[in-house]
């Protein structure tokens, strides 16, 4: 942290609050719990799940009427956490955990369940519950080959077409 040519701030968050980012060169404000984008340029929204073994935090960046969720370490359930689609419903873009095939997840033989990740096949069907426009499938299981991870885009976006399989290099304007 030392070698930062910046000035650091560190917020522990529980899950709760918000946080809003003002013009540059002002510190954020911290704990409001609805803040909206009249006070501040952007606002990032902190949710606690429980959809992973030590819980998780899924973060909403808002600006100026569009939104990006980012849902990472998610091990989503056939139908989805509620209180996640609450939370993701209506967003621009959602980043979403895709690490797994569904009959890898759910295999018998080597079931990857309890691990604290998502299938593409779930990501999907949260992305289509909370009306997202975009679904972007990150967290890519270090064991699959391009061609595996073509057929798991392809398999999500039966269940949601807008879908697109993250890449090193990927920009997305909202």
């Known amino acids: 942290m030392s070698r930062f040519k910046a ?8 899950g709760k609050e918000s946080v809003g980012l003002r013009g540059a060169g002002e510190w954020p ?14 606002v990032v929204r902190v949710h606690r799940s429980t959809a992973h ?22 091990e989503q359930t056939r139908a989805g956490y509620p209180d996640i689609i609450d939370f993701i419903r209506g967003a621009d873009v959602l980043i979403h955990d895709g690490q797994y095939l569904e009959k890898e997840y759910s295999s018998t033989q080597a079931s990857r369940k309890g691990w604290g990740h998502s299938a593409v096949e779930r990501a999907a069907e949260v992305a289509r519950k909370s009306e997202v426009k975009q679904l972007v499938l990150f967290h890519h299981d270090p064991t699959h080959d391009d061609t595996t991870l073509k057929r ?22 909202i």
Do not use: C, Q
């Not at 000035?7 to 529980?14: A, D, M, P």
């Open 53 to 74: 073994p030590n819980g998780v935090l899924l973060y909403r960046v808002s600006h100026r009427g569009k939104s990006l969720v980012y849902a990472t370490d998610v």
């Open 7 to 14: 000035e650091t701030r560190f917020y522990s968050l529980s």
């Open 29 to 42: 404000a911290v704990r409001r719990r609805h803040l909206t984008a009249e006070l501040t340029d952007v």
């Open 152 to 173: 798991m885009e392809k398999l999500s976006r039966l269940r949601f077409p807008s879908t697109l399989l993250a890449y090193e290099g990927l920009e997305i304007t």
